[in-house]
């Protein structure tokens, strides 16, 4: 990766034109050749630098529910209950962290009911306390991993 | 509100663009389309939020981003807009959050460092709570030990079934 691919992921991070010829515009921006950007961000791609080049949808608004949720997990059970936890489809990431609320997952179901049937049903799994942290506020992050 | 064809859109966008020079072009011959009406949906669908965002997804060790770092804070309820808007401001926060406290957990707002590594992210942790006055508040720092799991999340459209795209955090 080198300055331009960086400059490139920078300002793509921020935001894509929807316009008749969106690569044009940007790479006008970036001082590039549309080819060149098209050649660069093919290739980022398939070296798996990008994870993707596409949208990020809000689930909520799609009718979705997602929420953030703990489990105080005794150290002897942690593989055991990792395990039942992962075998969820809803639980989408899965963390171990350095605090006595020591597993924190993130759980997408397609519909708000669904997402309470899952938290009981790892309650009921493993036997432990699920401890749920909806958001009640998403703040605006301008969204920038610096390259 | 939605209606199907902009459900179609959704599922056949959500993997990726195309990597060509009219890119919405091309979605809109797959789908049977008009580039114009593919661009008029998608303008509009992003302007509701529906789509938060269109651009690269990055992944973050990729770029060198090995740490990452859960930080909580107990906030008075009066301030937690104000100090939310302003964290969420700030150069290297990725996301942040209001949650409700709960008996055992009294931390009412979250954010994400994501960091080369892990001093880079308690130095940028400092610096965050002397330009927002932080440091009165109880807080936390919770670093990821292991991650067992990640993947984007399942959505299926009320309409067409569908690949799993990616979120932000729940």
């Known amino acids: 990766m080198d300055e331009i691919d960086r400059r490139i992921i920078n300002a793509l991070q921020t935001g894509f034109p929807i316009s008749e010829r969106p690569y044009l515009e940007t790479a006008r921006a970036l001082g590039l050749s549309e080819q060149e950007l098209l050649d660069r961000l093919d290739r980022l791609l398939k070296d798996q630098t990008l994870s993707r080049f596409g949208p990020l949808y809000d689930a909520e608004a799609m009718g979705g529910a997602l929420t953030l949720a703990a489990i105080r997990v005794p150290d002897e059970r942690f593989e055991e209950v990792t395990n039942i936890v992962n075998a969820f489809p809803e639980v989408a990431h899965n963390y171990a962290r350095n605090h006595v609320l020591n597993m924190w997952f993130v759980l997408a179901t397609e519909t708000p009911a669904q997402l309470q049937q899952a938290l009981i049903s790892i309650e009921n799994q493993t036997g432990l306390t699920v401890y749920n942290m909806p958001k009640i506020t998403e703040y605006f992050v301008g969204l920038k991993l610096e390259a | ?170």
Not at chain 2, 89 to 113: D, K
Request: glycine share 6%; charged share 25%.
């Open chain 2, 1 to 170: 509100m939605l209606d199907a064809r902009d459900f179609e859109l959704l599922t056949e966008i959500q993997s990726g663009l195309p990597i060509s020079p009219r890119p919405y072009h091309e979605i809109g011959q797959t789908l049977g389309m008009p580039e114009a009406e593919v661009i008029e949906r998608l303008t509009f669908l992003k302007q509701t939020g529906l789509i938060k965002r269109l651009g690269v997804i990055v992944k973050h060790r990729q770029l060198g981003y090995r740490a990452n770092a859960m930080i909580v804070w107990n906030i008075p309820d009066a301030l937690v807009k104000t100090l939310g808007g302003r964290i969420s401001r700030s150069t290297f926060v990725t996301l942040c959050y209001q949650r409700p406290r709960t008996t055992e957990w009294p931390y009412n707002l979250y954010c994400m460092i994501h960091g080369k590594d892990r001093d880079t992210v308690l130095a940028q942790l400092e610096q965050l709570s002397v330009d927002c006055n932080l440091d009165q508040f109880d807080r936390e720092i919770l670093f990821s030990r292991r991650c067992f799991k990640q993947r984007g999340a399942l959505y299926r459209p009320v309409v067409a079934p569908a690949k799993p795209p990616e979120f932000a955090h729940g």
